[in-house]
């Protein structure tokens, strides 16, 4: 979603398609703008490997942990597609469950802070979704940008969206697909609905530091939240088969 905003909203930049790695493109001449999620891995070594000497602007939104472990992917509509521990990748034509899950991506984050030679910015998506005009502007004032459309409107710009689900990129579930729609408030706190409970005890039950996490980021103030829903109406708990 913000990818496509900024893609429509920003000039003179090159929008990547779909997914491309950043640290390839460093060797290129020119602005350019890419969204891969595990480029958080690689922000030091792009720092080391810079040869235009190009500043490096990393943006990096927050999420409700709920919301993130219960979230489906288009192309893989039967899994839930990022854990604590693993995630899912595409491996040729098939999925693997072996890329980095939530833990080791929050703390690869937590180092981007401590790094030289990079400028980040954090926000939440759930503000991204309730001020989208709010969150460009602090955008533009913290990176020095200039926006021309404004991120409520990015959607009436449809030839300028780089991530789109077509051709091999197309999705299994469509309905899945909402990063060329209009911003819509009711996207975050999904994780509430009742077929996701069992997904929400289980992974909190098997890997307790989700609760510091969800904490650090100002989701929650403590884990009596969790109380109340594990006891709460819903299906029995039990275990997901991979995650």
């Given amino acids: 979603l913000l990818y496509n905003m900024l893609s429509a909203a920003l000039p003179g930049f090159e929008f990547t398609p779909f997914e491309q790695r950043a640290l390839p493109l460093l060797m290129r001449p020119g602005a350019i703008a ?94 991204l979704l309730s001020a989208p005009a709010e969150v460009q502007e602090r955008i533009a004032r913290a990176l020095n940008l200039a926006f021309q459309v404004g991120f409520a409107e990015f959607h009436e710009h449809q030839a300028d969206l780089p991530y789109r689900y077509e051709g091999k990129h197309a999705a299994v579930d469509q309905t899945l697909v909402r990063e060329n729609m209009p911003v819509d408030r009711a996207r975050a706190g999904k994780w509430r609905a009742p077929e996701h409970r069992q997904r929400i005890i289980d992974q909190f039950t098997r890997f307790p530091a989700l609760f510091d996490l969800l904490i650090d980021t100002g989701y929650e103030k403590d884990t009596a939240w969790f109380e109340t829903y594990r006891e709460g109406d819903g299906p029995s708990v039990g275990r997901d088969h991979r995650s």
């Fill in 34 to 127: 890419s969204k891969t999620p595990m480029d958080v891995f690689e922000v030091e070594r792009m720092v080391r490997s810079n040869p235009f000497r190009k500043s490096i602007l990393v943006i990096v939104p927050l999420r409700d942990l709920r919301d993130v472990l219960t979230s489906r992917h288009p192309k893989l509509p039967g899994e839930y597609f990022i854990g604590f521990d693993h995630s899912w990748w595409p491996n040729g034509t098939d999925w693997v469950y072996a890329a980095p899950g939530i833990g080791a991506i929050h703390a690869a984050t937590r180092e981007l802070a401590r790094l030289s030679g990079v400028s980040m910015l954090q926000f939440r998506y759930e503000e």
